[in-house]
């Protein structure tokens, strides 16, 4: 039986327990690559991606027909509760490095389309992604780049070391270095 994700979705909130179980497995890498878009001082990437696997349950057991196809209404829950929880976390410490900073989603795309509403903050938030991305290009060197966009993609490390044609300890410290960097251009803009 070949059914869509709308229709599995469905079947799952009527007790098909291999449904939801199918489309949680699907939907795992792009929890991954969105939560890797984010940064959460004092946590790490896993936390997040659990608050994402969550977001992507509730789409599962949420999901209405007639709506937005199931992919981006699971897009969507899994970055409200990604978002939600970097909120969270930065209310209880009060630091400003604690908010979210979004960069890209699993599909490559800003999810300021997804999170922002109204057209005027759609452009403003493509263009401020634009403009932090063109930053982190000047700041970054070639490799530190591709491989922190890569791995923010949701790619596993050695999938970017073969993309890259590189070493897999090469990509892994040019992320760490490229997260550093990021961090401190952070702090700069913050002041």
Do not use: W
């Amino acid at each position: 039986m070949n059914r869509t994700d709308e229709a599995r979705a469905l079947a799952a909130q009527r007790g098909e327990k291999a449904e939801a179980e199918y489309l949680l497995e699907k939907y795992k890498n792009a929890v991954r690559g969105i939560a890797r878009g984010y940064f959460l001082e004092g946590g790490d990437t896993e936390d997040l991606v659990q608050e994402g696997m969550i977001g992507l349950y509730a789409a599962v057991t949420d999901y209405r027909e007639g709506g937005m196809s199931f992919k981006n209404f699971a897009c969507l829950c899994i970055h409200r509760r990604i978002m939600s929880a970097v909120k969270n976390a930065s209310r209880k410490k009060h630091l400003a490095l604690n908010t979210y900073i979004p960069l890209a989603d699993a599909d490559g795309q800003g999810i300021e389309l997804i999170a922002r509403e109204d057209p005027e903050s759609v452009l403003i938030g493509g263009e401020e992604r634009g403009e932090f991305l063109e930053l982190l290009k000047q700041n970054l060197s070639q490799a530190e780049y591709a491989a922190l966009l890569s791995y923010m993609e949701g790619l596993r490390i050695g999938e970017i070391a073969q993309r890259e044609q590189t070493s897999e300890k090469s990509v892994e410290n040019a992320i760490q270095r490229a997260k550093k960097k990021v961090l401190k251009l952070l702090e700069k803009r913050e002041v």
